[in-house]
C-alpha cells in the first residue's frame, strides 16, 4: 500500500505502524514498570488506567520483552533504567499491536559501545525472523545497520540520494555525497564501518 496516496486513511493506517524513538519515551510515565509500559500499547495508551490486562496480552508482553533481553527488568520502574534498556523496552511495546512495519527512529542514539552491540544484535536477530514485521530503522551511523536489513534509502536536505539494495547502494561515492565529505564505507563480514579520510 502506498502511503500519501490519493484515498488514504491515516487513521486506518497507524495501527499498523510500531514506533520506537525518543518522541515516545517522553510521553511514558517514569512511575511505571516496564511490564505496564509495554502492556499499555496494547490499548493504545501511554499510561495505565483501570485497564485489566488479559493474560494472553501479559504473555505477549512478557514474550517480546524476553526477546529483548529485558525479562529481569518486569518490575522495574520505566525511569530508572539506563538508555539501552529504555530503548529496547520501546522495541518491546511498539511491537505489543503486531504491526506490519516497526519503525525504529535512531534506536541506537545515545548507547556506549556495548548497549550499541547488544540492541544491533537483537534487532538483527529480529530482522531475519520471517514472522516478525517489516522494519525500518533511521540512523547516521552505517554501524549501527543490523545484518538482516536488505535495502537502504539515503536523504539529504530532502532529497532521495540514493535507494536500494544496501549491498549495491551503501558505497563509499553515494555516503560522502550524503555527507559532504570524503568517507570510506568498508564491509567486515555481515556489518558495515565508515570513516573520513585525513585532511591535507
Not at 493506517?13 to 524513538?21: D, E, K, Q, S, T
Not at 530508572?80 to 541506537?108: N, Q
Request: with cysteine; aromatic share 6%.
Amino acid at each position: 500500500e502506498r502511503l500519501g496516496g490519493v484515498g488514504t486513511d491515516v487513521f486506518e493506517l497507524r495501527p499498523r505502524i510500531g514506533m520506537a524513538g525518543i518522541a515516545m519515551a517522553e510521553k511514558l510515565p517514569k512511575r511505571q514498570t516496564v511490564l505496564e509500559t509495554v502492556l499499555t500499547a496494547a490499548y493504545g495508551m501511554t499510561a495505565t488506567w483501570h485497564e485489566d490486562y488479559d493474560p494472553v496480552d501479559e504473555e505477549r508482553a512478557k514474550a517480546f520483552l524476553d526477546r529483548l533481553g529485558m525479562n529481569d527488568y518486569l518490575d522495574r520502574r520505566f525511569g530508572t533504567l539506563s538508555e539501552g534498556e529504555r530503548k529496547r523496552t520501546l522495541i518491546a511495546r511498539a511491537m505489543m499491536t503486531d504491526p506490519e512495519l516497526l519503525l525504529l527512529d535512531e534506536p541506537a542514539a545515545g548507547l556506549d559501545l556495548g548497549g550499541r552491540e547488544d540492541l544491533v544484535r537483537r534487532l538483527g536477530r529480529l530482522a531475519r525472523d520471517p514472522y516478525a514485521p517489516s522494519m525500518i530503522m533511521v540512523t547516521h551511523h552505517v554501524e549501527e545497520i543490523a545484518p538482516g536489513f536488505t535495502h537502504v534509502l539515503m536523504i539529504r536536505q530532502g532529497k532521495v540520494l540514493a535507494a536500494g539494495p544496501v549491498e549495491m547502494e551503501l558505497t563509499s561515492r553515494n555516503l560522502s555525497h550524503c555527507f559532504g565529505l570524503p568517507l570510506v564505507v568498508e564491509r567486515v563480514g555481515d556489518r558495515w564501518t565508515a570513516h573520513g579520510l585525513p585532511l591535507k
